[in-house]
């Protein structure tokens, strides 16, 4: 049964869209800038298109949750949201504040935007990933409180499921551990111990359990198996995700000025954390294997198989492969980092919010899938995405390994930037992979508008 109310995340899913393909151009700017150094400078320096990019990666892919949230609870729920006009209006305000905070970074030098935003007050800028203005932040609060907000009114007067159960957890979980962006005291070793409380435990605890209510949500509705067996599938990786996720946590004190046992929590659950993303994998394939159905959008099926592999890799192999405090010695803050970091997030977090946007978008159109000719140019935009991705990061890799080598180990270390020489060739690699990448989101555009016969189920 579809709910009026579920309307509202259209918006979300356009205005996240919207921001994927900024994110993209900036990330390719900042790509040509480690080869030609001087790229578009005064105009983007490095600083500024990185603080794009990473920015908008976070604020699309927040949008995507909250239109995710807002198109499944009502099916969850069997009732219409609380308020869908509050929904539409924070989605007005977060897309204008992100894209007042973007046009901040890129035409106010950074100190001065500080200077004016109130950063004296509650200093809370300059630290990577969290570079939003006060200002912003306490928008993303405001945000984040309305939704949650609507959220939880929803589910209190309607069923209460697992997946919802979850997905309010994970939800809260996001919102409270933003709070500690605030937090910025002097002590560099206390500051960077709090500041792992946002960036690791969204993106390796809470984000983990909203990947995991989405995926189980689209799952139920294109095969058809019992919610019961979803469920109980949803509950095994949600617990080894927390339980490994939040001790895990230590694999990021290790060099920080924290005691010496961070090493061995850090090393060992950490270590622990693929175990979730593997258990994801099998259960993806196994309830599309056990389909009582053949759902006719088989481009949100595909998404939603390449969700539970590309995480397992992403965040889990190349997780592990430099988690390990002896590795980590080596390798940490170099390329390998950034490798894991790409895959990671787009096989976790991208493609299970664009399997959500496939699965919903064609039924708030009229609906229940696209056209089989755009499902074909939906499922060509899912290789060139995903085949881009996994060269990007063996290219990244490669980079890394030789960066570990020429750098720390090697018996005559180079420094920092003769290092950067020597791995211009995968830069360039890279970039040409990222090329691909965002022909492969343009394909994906399009083919929302594509027309031609309607798919059969």
């Given at each position: 049964m579809q709910y009026q109310s579920q309307a509202v995340a259209k918006l979300y899913f356009v205005g996240a869209l919207g921001l994927f393909v900024a994110q993209i151009l900036f990330g390719l700017v900042m790509g040509l800038q480690y080869v030609v150094g001087d790229f578009l400078f005064p105009a983007i320096p490095f600083n500024v298109a990185r603080m794009v990019h990473t920015n908008a990666l976070i604020v699309w892919l927040l949008m995507g949750f909250m239109g995710s949230t807002y198109y499944l609870l009502p099916e969850e729920a069997e009732t219409e949201l609380y308020s869908p006009a509050l929904a539409k209006a924070l989605f007005w305000i977060f897309l204008v504040a992100a894209g007042l905070t973007v046009l901040g970074y890129l035409f106010v030098p950074y100190a001065t935007l500080a200077r004016m935003t109130g950063n004296n007050l509650i200093p809370t800028m300059g630290r990577e990933f969290l570079e939003q203005p006060l200002i912003t932040k306490v928008g993303i609060v405001i945000v984040a409180l309305g939704f949650l907000f609507n959220v939880t009114m929803t589910m209190l007067k309607g069923r209460k499921t697992a997946i919802s159960l979850v997905l309010a957890m994970g939800l809260w979980g996001l919102a409270l551990m933003f709070l500690f962006s605030f937090y910025n005291p002097d002590n560099v070793v206390r500051?960077?111990?709090?500041?792992?409380?946002?960036?690791?435990?969204?993106?390796?605890?809470?984000?983990?359990?909203?990947?995991?209510?989405?995926?189980?949500?689209?799952?139920?509705?294109?095969?058809?198996?019992?919610?019961?067996?979803?469920?109980?599938?949803?509950?095994?990786?949600?617990?080894?995700?927390?339980?490994?996720?939040?001790?895990?946590?230590?694999?990021?004190?290790?060099?920080?000025?924290?005691?010496?046992?961070?090493?061995?929590?850090?090393?060992?659950?950490?270590?622990?954390?693929?175990?979730?993303?593997?258990?994801?994998?099998?259960?993806?394939?196994?309830?599309?294997?056990?389909?009582?159905?053949?759902?006719?959008?088989?481009?949100?099926?595909?998404?939603?198989?390449?969700?539970?592999?590309?995480?397992?890799?992403?965040?889990?192999?190349?997780?592990?492969?430099?988690?390990?405090?002896?590795?980590?010695?080596?390798?940490?803050?170099?390329?390998?980092?950034?490798?894991?970091?790409?895959?990671?997030?787009?096989?976790?977090?991208v493609m299970v919010v664009i399997t959500m946007i496939s699965y919903a978008m064609p039924i708030l159109r009229g609906r229940a899938a696209n056209s089989n000719r755009a499902q074909v140019i939906e499922m060509w935009s899912f290789w060139l995405m995903t085949i881009s991705m996994v060269f990007i990061t063996l290219f990244l890799t490669a980079a890394g390994i030789l960066q570990v080598w020429l750098q720390r180990v090697s018996t005559t270390p180079m420094s920092f930037m003769e290092a950067q020489g020597q791995l211009t060739l995968f830069y360039w690699l890279r970039e040409g992979t990222g090329l691909v990448f965002f022909i492969g989101l343009v394909t994906y555009l399009t083919s929302f508008f594509t027309r031609g016969e309607e798919a059969a189920a």
């Open positions: 500051d960077k111990f709090f500041w792992w409380w946002v960036v690791h435990l969204w993106v390796e605890g809470v984000w983990e359990l909203i990947l995991g209510a989405i995926l189980a949500f689209v799952l139920v509705k294109v095969t058809g198996v019992d919610r019961e067996v979803i469920e109980k599938w949803l509950y095994v990786i949600i617990t080894l995700t927390l339980i490994t996720g939040i001790i895990g946590t230590g694999h990021h004190y290790y060099w920080i000025g924290t005691p010496e046992y961070w090493q061995w929590w850090g090393s060992v659950f950490s270590a622990l954390e693929p175990i979730p993303f593997f258990a994801m994998t099998v259960f993806a394939f196994n309830v599309v294997n056990r389909r009582r159905r053949e759902h006719p959008n088989r481009a949100a099926t595909l998404w939603a198989l390449g969700t539970g592999v590309m995480a397992f890799l992403g965040a889990g192999v190349w997780g592990f492969l430099h988690t390990l405090a002896p590795v980590n010695y080596y390798t940490h803050g170099t390329q390998i980092t950034a490798a894991h970091g790409h895959m990671a997030f787009y096989g976790a977090y």
